[in-house]
């Protein structure tokens, strides 16, 4: 018996179509230009597919779902055909972040196994807002901007990870939940900002463990693996300033390198020892002073392959500039690696983004002794 | 051409399927200046005289009367009951690849899972695999585990000169590519047990022995697995099957890893190819165990079902400094090994083991009677099995022209050619198909040569 | 068939049943060490009649390629000819023993010599050695040898191999296994390696690059020769690995693209049997430059007599002896009865027969590099919109009476099937393996539960592998402890 929360926000990616980029706030003015509501089709896409494959599997799982009222869940639901559905949160009359947060509360005082949901990054982050790492999150692309790891890449597809997590057949990774700050996209200026991390069923990078016999390779096995690779590296030069940049993997890696690390700071290594923890952006300009030698390890964030954006408060143009180009080691597993076909650099700085993107192919730590060459964004 | 089975008409219709003129024109893709190369190779033979050429190059090698045979040291000749070679003959089992298949692999994957059994019993230990290519690549894996238990924090192996020495070449290859370890202990080659011990210490992963040895010896292993494991290390012990019909196995003892080459058990010496690794090791340390390993488990209807499992470990493998890429192994040679130890059965694999004692033993005290040879000369009170050293009095090359040229016998190996300090001695092995009038025959012909 | 369990060796096992009875000793008994003697070995009591009809019955349980159809890509399962069994069983080469005074074994010394030079011929090596066991040990010795290459030179900076993400997974374990950092370099839309991600890679920390050609996609890379030539000029040399020789003997020479080493899978190409997993046996060949470096003793001629040398700077033994001497009797016997013509006409029609399979399928399944291929070729074994993926399409091909292809490889094909019928099967039976393929194209459509719950009529049905995982049993009522 598997319990799954749902809930569809119903404006998202109604401003795609009508020039908008993004719905948050600017709902009524996407409502005027004539934007047709998309989640719902995109959502109920999903769930008709859902049913297919359960129809077609042998010993299919019983589900039974927990949702909102009307638009926010329960309508598609049911015109997808599912019966067993509990409304657990009437939804407003003009449905609001609200909603879905009261509905999470809902779901998680239930004990869900997991939340399915269908929106953009905005509902990504009102929903893991609250249930953090707890409960485990998949998202039904419908927003324009996707950036957050948390989403399946097309509604079919999604439906069928939620299968196959249902039927233990892949596990759980963590990824980044970003948000792009609306404002500045507007301005075509792509300032993405890395909000949490969450759990979600991951369709794993597969290993060739043997001649013709292929495993999926173990996401938090593979973090460990790069662990022990920087730890080589950061062994060899023990004089040198490592600093270690934001989001879920570096985080995971620094846990492996027993550094206790936060998912947006920044924290730098030296001698064998942590010598600052979520340094401000002069923090790290005074460190770079005292040490010559001096390596920064990034990790591209969300699913788009950015590894520096713009509004990057602690890692500035500046101090990119004083670290240097080719002092910055990339690190991703390959299942990222897998959705991120090219390294995006946009740090505001254009003469600095042409020296980082100047290389066509740059080099990514997928592991131990394993590195990748991942072609960089024009 | 028989080999491909394609009629004219045949061709024809798949190149105008396919779109293409001719059978060149299904290589656009290949530099002209490298396609179609003019191969210097002899004419062929046709299926009608291929047999007949072969026998007639196997003609230029002397034939080879195994009872007349007392060369050993590391390959034997052993007696092999029928039923081995009538089942590796089954297309069924040496035609099919690995089981990734298992619904059609039954099989394979239930013979290796009983003879991963048998291992078990046979060596004291609690896991096998199902086998490496040979004896010596089987101590490689060995040793890289014990690095890995190590989680590469100890560096160095301690390892006994008294092990077979082309081993000893073969792990010092391995490990040469990778800084992981350094070896101390085998170039003293007088080095004995209680010195060897002494060299475990703190940064020890693996103090590694043969018992019996390179030399027939079986070495004095009691209170051996203490001292190892006091200082944190693991014993790995190479060993002997056939001995394993008679003696405590190394399990009992204490070992952590067993490892030897199971070609004595129902496969022909071969020239030295392919022979079979054995690997067993304790439960502990499955997870850093490599090749494959069969696994119990049912399918979709309860049936009980082996299949491949733990492939995941691979992935851990790799991660320390000592890794490891041998996935392969001598599958068939495992099951013929499995057909022998069925075939013996706990009874016949003990005469056999006795019957090697008693004619070792017999062999060697005729022997240690003639004037001018002395056996065991450097340890001649340790128990020794199946094969045993002897002191010429003129140099081993020279004994064995003598036997084999007016005797027809082909004597034991030249230790010199590994041991400096061992010039002028042989390795002489006795089995159960060396008879009483064959053994009578050695020690007659060396008699002739006696000071 | 019956699909009733067949009991073990140990469940069969009475106490004080006899097998093979040996005769009493025939000479004095010595004392045994009793304190050293065991009570018993452990091993199961059974008749000879029990054991043979236990293994006639798994026999009956096991596919091989005198089952069926085996299209597994890059195995080359092709016919193991009998014949060739038979010569390796001659006591003239089975009962001989490699530490022979080798004036007793010219005969040995003389296949293996004319081995070396054949196989040297066909890749166009200077130099070969029989010695590695298997591909992957081969890919560790060539690994080795350039390595030696580079530190005999004063180079020590080489620590970089670059492999395309299409090789087969022993390439960068076996980088990382002799101590190298594996660089994986991204393959372009045609499918070969990308020239650009080459350049950019190609520097003086570059030991090397290990290519497979033709690749796992079964495509002859289209820019080999720019490759070979980047890696040279920046220093490197490049490794071949020679899985996909079927597709080349007598098509192309490997040393004359600018190849430095690759091994040889004589299990594959040269029709030596896969035995259920082994053995195989991996010889590599080199070029000049490589040489010195070979793992020795090889087999060398003087006059009319042969013997052993060992090459000046060898990087030292990776196995016992000669390495698996009684493969190379059988792909010796394999390239005698073909020569070079036969060699040649065997790889054609290995292309022929991927080629004609990929045009009857790419209807059905997505063929995503759709051109002329070598021996073997990449399909989507997923079937759209019914949620039968490639690992239904294979437990539904048990069925069918025929061994699946390989499942999921190359990695850089989602759903991959990669299939290589070879050169031994004919027409007919590649018509009936495209036609269950469309058949089972059609379930997936209009019964997609009989395809994901495939198979139906084998032995067992699909095994629960989490099972074996989680509960290990790893041998018959062993007692742990």
Same mark, same amino acid.
């Given at each position: 018996m598997t319990r799954i929360g749902f809930l569809i926000n119903p404006i998202a990616g109604m401003g795609g179509r009508v020039g908008l980029k993004g719905t948050d706030g600017v709902a009524a003015e996407a409502a005027r230009r004539g934007?047709?509501?998309?989640a719902n089709t995109r959502a109920l896409e999903a769930l008709r597919e859902l049913r297919r494959l359960l129809e077609g599997t042998p010993q299919a799982p019983d589900l039974t779902w927990l949702t909102v009222s009307g638009t926010m869940g329960c309508d598609a639901l049911r015109a997808a055909g599912f019966a067993a559905i509990e409304v657990v949160h009437d939804a407003a009359a003009e449905p609001s972040a609200q909603d879905t947060q009261a509905a999470v509360r809902q779901f998680l005082a239930a004990k869900v196994d997991l939340i399915l949901f269908c929106g953009g990054d905005g509902t990504a982050r009102d929903i893991c807002g609250i249930t953090g790492e707890s409960t485990p999150i998949l998202g039904i692309p419908s927003g324009v901007k996707m950036y957050s790891g948390a989403f399946g890449v097309t509604p079919a597809r999604t439906a069928e990870i939620l299968l196959r997590y249902i039927r233990q057949e892949i596990g759980l990774a963590s990824v980044d939940i970003v948000d792009l700050d609306e404002e500045k996209y507007r301005r075509d200026e792509w300032a993405v900002r890395l909000y949490m991390s969450a759990r979600t069923p991951f369709e794993p990078s597969y290993?060739?463990?043997?001649?013709a016999l292929i495993v999926g390779a173990d996401e938090d096995a593979v973090k460990e693996d790069i662990a022990a690779q920087l730890r080589e590296e950061i062994d060899a030069r023990p004089g040198a300033l490592v600093l270690l940049g934001p989001g879920s993997t570096l985080q995971a890696v620094a846990r492996a390198l027993h550094v206790d690390k936060t998912l947006l700071g920044i924290d730098a290594i030296a001698h064998g020892g942590v010598v600052g923890k979520d340094l401000a952006e002069h923090q790290i300009l005074e460190l770079l002073t005292r040490y010559g030698e001096r390596k920064l390890i990034l990790s591209p964030i969300g699913g788009q392959g950015f590894v520096l954006g713009r509004g990057n408060q602690q890692l500035s143009p500046t101090v990119i500039r004083k670290i240097g180009a080719e002092n910055i080691i990339l690190i991703a597993t390959p299942a990222k690696l897998a959705r991120t076909e090219v390294l995006r650099f946009d740090t505001g700085d254009p003469a600095l983004d042409a020296d980082l993107l100047s290389r066509k192919f740059l080099p990514v730590v997928i592991g131990y002794r394993r590195t990748r060459l991942v072609k960089t964004a024009s | 051409m028989s080999y491909v089975p394609h009629t004219n008409a045949e061709r024809s219709e798949m190149l105008k399927a396919i779109g293409v003129a001719d059978m060149a024109d299904l290589f656009p893709d290949v530099p002209a200046r490298v396609r179609f190369p003019k191969l210097d190779l002899p004419r062929p033979v046709s299926e009608l005289d291929i047999a007949r050429e072969m026998r007639a190059l196997g003609g230029r090698n002397v034939a080879v009367d195994p009872s007349l045979s007392f060369l050993g040291a590391g390959a034997y000749h052993h007696f092999r009951p029928a039923e081995v070679d009538y089942v590796l003959s089954r297309g069924e089992f040496y035609t099919s690849y690995t089981q990734y298949q298992p619904e059609v692999s039954q099989g394979m994957l239930q013979a290796l899972f009983e003879y991963q059994s048998m291992i078990c019993r046979l060596t004291g230990m609690e896991v096998s695999n199902a086998s490496h290519y040979d004896g010596a690549t089987a101590l490689a894996e060995a040793v890289l585990l014990a690095l890995n238990v190590a989680q590469g924090k100890r560096g160095k192996i301690v390892l006994s000169p008294a092990i077979h020495p082309q081993y000893r070449a073969v792990l010092k290859t391995y490990l040469g590519g990778t800084h992981a370890a350094t070896i101390v202990g085998d170039e003293d080659a007088s080095a004995d047990l209680p010195r060897l011990t002494s060299l475990v210490d703190q940064d020890t992963a693996a103090f590694v022995i043969q018992s019996p040895n390179f030399f027939g010896q079986c070495e004095a292993v009691e209170g051996l697995a203490d001292a190892v494991h006091r200082a944190g290390a693991l014993l790995v012990v190479v060993t002997d099957p056939i001995a394993l019909g008679l003696f405590r196995p190394p399990g009992s003892y204490g070992a952590d890893v067993v490892v030897c080459d199971g070609q004595s058990l129902g496969i022909p010496p071969s020239f030295g190819g392919p022979h079979l690794g054995v690997f067993a090791a304790r439960m502990a340390h499955v997870r850093r165990l490599s090749g494959h390993l069969v696994g119990e488990t049912v399918d979709a209807d309860g049936r009980r079902a082996y299949v491949l499992t733990l492939a995941t470990r691979e992935q851990h493998i790799r991660r320390a400094k000592a890794t490891s890429n041998i996935c392969t192994n001598s599958a068939v040679c495992a099951l013929g090994a499995a057909v022998y130890l069925a075939t013996m059965g706990n009874n016949g694999l003990r005469q056999v083991a006795e019957l090697c004692f008693h004619k070792s033993h017999y062999a060697a005290g005729a022997i240690g009677k003639l004037k001018g040879f002395t056996v065991n000369p450097q340890a001649p009170t340790q128990t020794f099995f199946k094969e045993f050293v002897v002191r010429l009095p003129h140099p081993a090359a020279e004994v064995n022209r003598h036997l084999r040229e007016r005797h027809g016998i082909i004597g034991g190996y030249d230790l010199g050619r590994d041991y400096p300090q061992l010039r002028g001695h042989m390795l002489l092995a006795v089995t159960e198909v060396n008879t009483r009038a064959s053994i009578d025959r050695l020690v007659r012909a060396l008699s002739e040569i006696a000071r | 068939m019956s699909r009733s369990a067949i009991p073990t060796l140990h469940e069969l096992s009475v106490p004080g049943r006899h097998g093979v009875d040996l005769p009493a000793p025939d000479v004095p008994m010595a004392t045994l060490p009793a304190a050293d003697v065991r009570a018993d070995c452990g091993l199961p009591e059974l008749s000879q009649l029990d054991v043979v009809r236990h293994y006639l019955a798994l026999s009956q349980r096991n596919f091989g390629v005198d089952t069926g159809f085996y299209p597994l890509g890059s195995c080359t399962m092709k016919y193991n000819p009998k014949v060739n069994e038979e010569i390796a069983r001659f006591p003239a080469f089975a009962e001989t023993h490699p530490l022979q005074d080798i004036d007793t074994v010219q005969g040995n010394l003389a296949l293996m010599f004319e081995l070396q030079q054949w196989l040297a011929e066909i890749g166009g090596f200077a130099g070969v050695s029989l010695q590695p066991a298997a591909g992957a040990h081969g890919e560790f010795t060539g690994l080795l040898m350039m390595r030696a290459y580079h530190h005999a030179r004063g180079d020590h900076k080489r620590t970089r191999i670059l492999i395309p993400d299409s090789a087969h997974g022993t390439n960068p374990a076996s980088t990382t296994m002799a101590g190298f950092t594996a660089v994986e370099l991204p393959s372009d839309e045609r499918g070969n390696v990308h020239l650009e991600a080459v350049r950019a890679a190609c520097d003086e920390t570059v030991a090397g690059i290990m290519m497979t050609n033709p690749n796992t996609l079964g495509l002859f890379e289209e820019q080999i020769e720019q490759v070979v030539s980047l890696v040279h000029g920046c220093g490197g040399l490049v490794y071949g690995d020679g899985a996909n020789m079927n597709a080349l003997a007598g098509i192309a020479r490997p040393g004359d693209l600018g190849f430095d080493v690759m091994h040889f899978n004589l299990h594959k190409t040269f029709s030596t049997p896969h035995g259920g997993g082994g053995p195989g046996a991996g010889p590599v060949g080199v070029s000049a430059r490589l040489t010195d470096f070979l793992p020795g003793p090889l087999i060398a001629r003087d006059g009319d007599s042969y013997g052993l040398a060992e090459p000046k700077k060898s990087i030292g $033994?990776?196995?016992?002896?000669?390495? !698996?001497f009684g493969m190379f009797v059988r792909a010796y016997a394999y390239i005698r009865r073909h020569g070079a013509a036969g060699l040649r006409a065997n790889s054609e029609h290995a292309v022929l027969n991927a080629n004609y399979l990929r045009v009857k399928l790419r209807d059905a399944y997505v063929?995503?590099?759709? $051109?002329? !291929?070598?021996?073997e070729f990449v399909c989507q074994g997923a079937i759209d919109g019914t949620g039968v993926r490639a690992l239904d399409v294979a437990k539904r091909l048990l069925d069918y009476g025929f061994h699946p292809p390989t499942n999921y490889f190359p990695l850089i094909v989602p759903e991959a099937l990669m299939i290589e019928p070879t050169e031994t099967e004919s027409k007919p039976t590649l018509d009936a393996f495209a036609a269950a393929m469309h058949a089972i194209a059609q379930e997936a459509k209009s019964d997609p539960t009989l395809v994901k719950s495939a198979p139906h009529d084998t032995p067992v049905r699909r095994v629960d592998e989490v099972k074996a995982a989680r509960e290990l049993v790893l041998a018959d009522r062993v007692k742990v402890g």
């Amino acid at each position: 018996m598997t319990r799954i929360g749902f809930l569809i926000n119903p404006i998202a990616g109604m401003g795609g179509r009508v020039g908008l980029k993004g719905t948050d706030g600017v709902a009524a003015e996407a409502a005027r230009r004539g934007a047709q509501p998309i989640a719902n089709t995109r959502a109920l896409e999903a769930l008709r597919e859902l049913r297919r494959l359960l129809e077609g599997t042998p010993q299919a799982p019983d589900l039974t779902w927990l949702t909102v009222s009307g638009t926010m869940g329960c309508d598609a639901l049911r015109a997808a055909g599912f019966a067993a559905i509990e409304v657990v949160h009437d939804a407003a009359a003009e449905p609001s972040a609200q909603d879905t947060q009261a509905a999470v509360r809902q779901f998680l005082a239930a004990k869900v196994d997991l939340i399915l949901f269908c929106g953009g990054d905005g509902t990504a982050r009102d929903i893991c807002g609250i249930t953090g790492e707890s409960t485990p999150i998949l998202g039904i692309p419908s927003g324009v901007k996707m950036y957050s790891g948390a989403f399946g890449v097309t509604p079919a597809r999604t439906a069928e990870i939620l299968l196959r997590y249902i039927r233990q057949e892949i596990g759980l990774a963590s990824v980044d939940i970003v948000d792009l700050d609306e404002e500045k996209y507007r301005r075509d200026e792509w300032a993405v900002r890395l909000y949490m991390s969450a759990r979600t069923p991951f369709e794993p990078s597969y290993v060739q463990a043997a001649k013709a016999l292929i495993v999926g390779a173990d996401e938090d096995a593979v973090k460990e693996d790069i662990a022990a690779q920087l730890r080589e590296e950061i062994d060899a030069r023990p004089g040198a300033l490592v600093l270690l940049g934001p989001g879920s993997t570096l985080q995971a890696v620094a846990r492996a390198l027993h550094v206790d690390k936060t998912l947006l700071g920044i924290d730098a290594i030296a001698h064998g020892g942590v010598v600052g923890k979520d340094l401000a952006e002069h923090q790290i300009l005074e460190l770079l002073t005292r040490y010559g030698e001096r390596k920064l390890i990034l990790s591209p964030i969300g699913g788009q392959g950015f590894v520096l954006g713009r509004g990057n408060q602690q890692l500035s143009p500046t101090v990119i500039r004083k670290i240097g180009a080719e002092n910055i080691i990339l690190i991703a597993t390959p299942a990222k690696l897998a959705r991120t076909e090219v390294l995006r650099f946009d740090t505001g700085d254009p003469a600095l983004d042409a020296d980082l993107l100047s290389r066509k192919f740059l080099p990514v730590v997928i592991g131990y002794r394993r590195t990748r060459l991942v072609k960089t964004a024009s | 051409m028989s080999y491909v089975p394609h009629t004219n008409a045949e061709r024809s219709e798949m190149l105008k399927a396919i779109g293409v003129a001719d059978m060149a024109d299904l290589f656009p893709d290949v530099p002209a200046r490298v396609r179609f190369p003019k191969l210097d190779l002899p004419r062929p033979v046709s299926e009608l005289d291929i047999a007949r050429e072969m026998r007639a190059l196997g003609g230029r090698n002397v034939a080879v009367d195994p009872s007349l045979s007392f060369l050993g040291a590391g390959a034997y000749h052993h007696f092999r009951p029928a039923e081995v070679d009538y089942v590796l003959s089954r297309g069924e089992f040496y035609t099919s690849y690995t089981q990734y298949q298992p619904e059609v692999s039954q099989g394979m994957l239930q013979a290796l899972f009983e003879y991963q059994s048998m291992i078990c019993r046979l060596t004291g230990m609690e896991v096998s695999n199902a086998s490496h290519y040979d004896g010596a690549t089987a101590l490689a894996e060995a040793v890289l585990l014990a690095l890995n238990v190590a989680q590469g924090k100890r560096g160095k192996i301690v390892l006994s000169p008294a092990i077979h020495p082309q081993y000893r070449a073969v792990l010092k290859t391995y490990l040469g590519g990778t800084h992981a370890a350094t070896i101390v202990g085998d170039e003293d080659a007088s080095a004995d047990l209680p010195r060897l011990t002494s060299l475990v210490d703190q940064d020890t992963a693996a103090f590694v022995i043969q018992s019996p040895n390179f030399f027939g010896q079986c070495e004095a292993v009691e209170g051996l697995a203490d001292a190892v494991h006091r200082a944190g290390a693991l014993l790995v012990v190479v060993t002997d099957p056939i001995a394993l019909g008679l003696f405590r196995p190394p399990g009992s003892y204490g070992a952590d890893v067993v490892v030897c080459d199971g070609q004595s058990l129902g496969i022909p010496p071969s020239f030295g190819g392919p022979h079979l690794g054995v690997f067993a090791a304790r439960m502990a340390h499955v997870r850093r165990l490599s090749g494959h390993l069969v696994g119990e488990t049912v399918d979709a209807d309860g049936r009980r079902a082996y299949v491949l499992t733990l492939a995941t470990r691979e992935q851990h493998i790799r991660r320390a400094k000592a890794t490891s890429n041998i996935c392969t192994n001598s599958a068939v040679c495992a099951l013929g090994a499995a057909v022998y130890l069925a075939t013996m059965g706990n009874n016949g694999l003990r005469q056999v083991a006795e019957l090697c004692f008693h004619k070792s033993h017999y062999a060697a005290g005729a022997i240690g009677k003639l004037k001018g040879f002395t056996v065991n000369p450097q340890a001649p009170t340790q128990t020794f099995f199946k094969e045993f050293v002897v002191r010429l009095p003129h140099p081993a090359a020279e004994v064995n022209r003598h036997l084999r040229e007016r005797h027809g016998i082909i004597g034991g190996y030249d230790l010199g050619r590994d041991y400096p300090q061992l010039r002028g001695h042989m390795l002489l092995a006795v089995t159960e198909v060396n008879t009483r009038a064959s053994i009578d025959r050695l020690v007659r012909a060396l008699s002739e040569i006696a000071r | 068939m019956s699909r009733s369990a067949i009991p073990t060796l140990h469940e069969l096992s009475v106490p004080g049943r006899h097998g093979v009875d040996l005769p009493a000793p025939d000479v004095p008994m010595a004392t045994l060490p009793a304190a050293d003697v065991r009570a018993d070995c452990g091993l199961p009591e059974l008749s000879q009649l029990d054991v043979v009809r236990h293994y006639l019955a798994l026999s009956q349980r096991n596919f091989g390629v005198d089952t069926g159809f085996y299209p597994l890509g890059s195995c080359t399962m092709k016919y193991n000819p009998k014949v060739n069994e038979e010569i390796a069983r001659f006591p003239a080469f089975a009962e001989t023993h490699p530490l022979q005074d080798i004036d007793t074994v010219q005969g040995n010394l003389a296949l293996m010599f004319e081995l070396q030079q054949w196989l040297a011929e066909i890749g166009g090596f200077a130099g070969v050695s029989l010695q590695p066991a298997a591909g992957a040990h081969g890919e560790f010795t060539g690994l080795l040898m350039m390595r030696a290459y580079h530190h005999a030179r004063g180079d020590h900076k080489r620590t970089r191999i670059l492999i395309p993400d299409s090789a087969h997974g022993t390439n960068p374990a076996s980088t990382t296994m002799a101590g190298f950092t594996a660089v994986e370099l991204p393959s372009d839309e045609r499918g070969n390696v990308h020239l650009e991600a080459v350049r950019a890679a190609c520097d003086e920390t570059v030991a090397g690059i290990m290519m497979t050609n033709p690749n796992t996609l079964g495509l002859f890379e289209e820019q080999i020769e720019q490759v070979v030539s980047l890696v040279h000029g920046c220093g490197g040399l490049v490794y071949g690995d020679g899985a996909n020789m079927n597709a080349l003997a007598g098509i192309a020479r490997p040393g004359d693209l600018g190849f430095d080493v690759m091994h040889f899978n004589l299990h594959k190409t040269f029709s030596t049997p896969h035995g259920g997993g082994g053995p195989g046996a991996g010889p590599v060949g080199v070029s000049a430059r490589l040489t010195d470096f070979l793992p020795g003793p090889l087999i060398a001629r003087d006059g009319d007599s042969y013997g052993l040398a060992e090459p000046k700077k060898s990087i030292g $033994r990776v196995s016992t002896y000669f390495g !698996n001497f009684g493969m190379f009797v059988r792909a010796y016997a394999y390239i005698r009865r073909h020569g070079a013509a036969g060699l040649r006409a065997n790889s054609e029609h290995a292309v022929l027969n991927a080629n004609y399979l990929r045009v009857k399928l790419r209807d059905a399944y997505v063929v995503p590099y759709d $051109r002329i !291929n070598m021996h073997e070729f990449v399909c989507q074994g997923a079937i759209d919109g019914t949620g039968v993926r490639a690992l239904d399409v294979a437990k539904r091909l048990l069925d069918y009476g025929f061994h699946p292809p390989t499942n999921y490889f190359p990695l850089i094909v989602p759903e991959a099937l990669m299939i290589e019928p070879t050169e031994t099967e004919s027409k007919p039976t590649l018509d009936a393996f495209a036609a269950a393929m469309h058949a089972i194209a059609q379930e997936a459509k209009s019964d997609p539960t009989l395809v994901k719950s495939a198979p139906h009529d084998t032995p067992v049905r699909r095994v629960d592998e989490v099972k074996a995982a989680r509960e290990l049993v790893l041998a018959d009522r062993v007692k742990v402890g």
